[in-house]
C-alpha cells in the first residue's frame, strides 16, 4: 500500500473544516498539522481532527510530518505562506483565488517550479458532476457554433457579513468584492468551458454595502473562439438567488444553477438527455444568501483526491497554478477596465 500524503491546514477559518472533512475520508491522506494564530482555535480544531496544533507557522513547517499545506487565509495573504510552504520543500494547496493579483499569481507559481513541489488551486466546482457533462458536450460538439455565454449571481450578503472580518470587501485582503469573492468560482467554470478571454469591457460599483470594494459589477467578454461573454453580479439583492451558468451555442443550450442543470437542449438528440435533465434536475447548493448554506466537502474531497494522485504519478494537479491565475487575470482586467470608464482591456 502506498503511503498516506499528510497534509496540514493553514487558517481555521469558515472553509476550513471542509478541507478537514474531505482529508478525513480520503483513504490515502491524513490531516496531521493544524497551524492557525489564535491559539484557541488552532487547539480546537486540532482537538476535533487528532492533528498537531501550532500558532506559529514556521515550526509547523520544520516540526509538524507534513507534505502538502492547504492555505485557507484570506486571499491577500496566500503569497507569502505560499512561497515559504514552497520553500519548505511541501506541496500548495490554495484556497480561491490564488492570490489578488497576476503577479502575485506568478510569484507563487514560480516559487513552486523552483521548489518542485506541485501547486492546486482550489476550484471545488470545476469537480461537480453537472460541469463535467456539459464540458463533454463541449468537446463532443453538441453545441454546434459556441455564441454566448453568461453568469448570473444576485446573491446577498449583509453589512454584518462584512463587519464579521477585518479583512472583509478590502482591496488588501480581499482583493475585490463580488467578483473577486463569490463570482470567481463561477467565472472560472466560464472560462474553463469557453475557452480563454481575449477582452473585457466593464463597470463595477459600489452599491448597497459601505466597503472599499465593488458589491455590483456588469461585464462584456469577448472570447478567442469569437463567442461573447456577460457577467452580472451582485451581493445586494436580497434574498439572493441561485447562482446560475448558461452556456449557448447554434445547436444547444445548457444552464446550469448551483450544482444542477435546469435547462439541456440539442438540436441533435440523443438517448441518455432525458435523464441527464432529470438527474441534474434539484439544486444541491447555492451559498446565495449564507456562504456556506448547503454546501458540502465533496468537491473539496474530489480536488484533493486530484492531488493526493498527482503526488503519486508525478504530473500537475487537474488545477495547478497556470490554471487558477486565468480567473484572476480575467477580474484584475474587469477591475481596469471599471476604473478606465469601461475601456476594453485586452488579456
Known amino acids: 500500500m502506498k503511503n498516506k500524503i499528510k497534509f496540514a491546514i493553514l487558517g481555521c477559518g469558515n472553509i476550513a473544516p471542509f478541507h478537514a472533512e474531505a482529508i478525513k475520508n480520503i483513504k490515502n491522506a491524513e490531516l496531521t498539522a493544524i497551524c492557525d494564530s489564535d491559539q484557541g482555535k488552532a487547539q480546537e480544531f486540532g482537538d476535533k481532527y487528532s492533528a498537531e496544533a501550532f500558532t506559529d507557522f514556521s515550526k509547523m513547517l520544520e516540526q509538524a510530518d507534513v507534505d502538502v499545506v492547504n492555505i485557507c487565509l484570506p486571499s491577500g495573504l496566500h503569497e507569502k505562506f505560499a512561497i515559504q510552504t514552497a520553500c519548505a520543500g511541501k506541496h500548495v494547496m490554495v484556497e ?27 476550484f471545488p466546482s470545476r469537480f461537480n458532476k453537472a460541469v463535467r457533462f456539459v464540458r463533454e458536450a463541449i468537446r463532443e460538439g453538441r453545441f454546434g457554433k459556441l455564441t ?54 466593464a463597470k463595477c460599483s459600489t452599491l448597497a454595502r459601505d466597503i472599499e470594494v465593488e458589491d455590483t459589477a456588469a461585464a462584456i467578454l469577448n472570447f478567442k473562439n469569437g463567442a461573447l461573454g456577460v457577467i452580472a453580479a451582485t451581493t445586494g439583492a436580497y434574498p439572493g438567488t441561485s447562482a446560475r451558468v448558461g452556456i449557448y451555442g447554434d445547436k444547444g443550450s445548457v444552464v446550469m444553477e ?90
Open 96 to 122: 480561491k483565488p490564488l492570490d489578488i493579483t497576476t503577479e502575485k499569481c506568478n510569484n507563487i507559481i514560480a516559487a513552486c517550479e523552483q521548489n518542485n513541489v506541485k501547486l492546486a488551486v482550489i
Open 148 to 201: 454566448i455565454a453568461d453568469v448570473n449571481l444576485k446573491w446577498y450578503r449583509s453589512q454584518d457579513y462584512y463587519n464579521s472580518g477585518a479583512w472583509r470587501g478590502t482591496w488588501k485582503f480581499d482583493g475585490g468584492g463580488v467578483l473577486m469573492n463569490q463570482s470567481i468560482h463561477y467565472i472560472d467554470i466560464l472560462q474553463s468551458l469557453m475557452g480563454p478571454v481575449k477582452s473585457v469591457s
Open 258 to 347: 448551483g450544482e444542477s442543470i435546469i435547462q439541456w437542449d440539442f438540436e441533435g438528440k440523443q438517448s441518455h438527455d432525458e435523464s441527464i435533465l432529470a438527474d441534474f434536475s434539484v439544486t444541491k447548493s447555492s451559498g446565495a444568501k449564507d456562504p456556506t448554506s448547503g454546501l458540502n466537502h465533496e468537491g473539496h474531497q474530489m480536488q484533493i483526491e486530484d492531488m493526493v494522485q498527482a503526488i503519486y504519478e508525478n504530473r500537475n494537479p487537474e488545477i495547478d497554478g497556470n490554471e487558477g491565475k486565468k480567473a484572476v487575470e480575467i477580474i484584475r482586467a474587469i477591475y481596469q477596465s471599471s476604473s478606465n470608464n469601461m475601456q476594453l482591456i485586452e488579456i
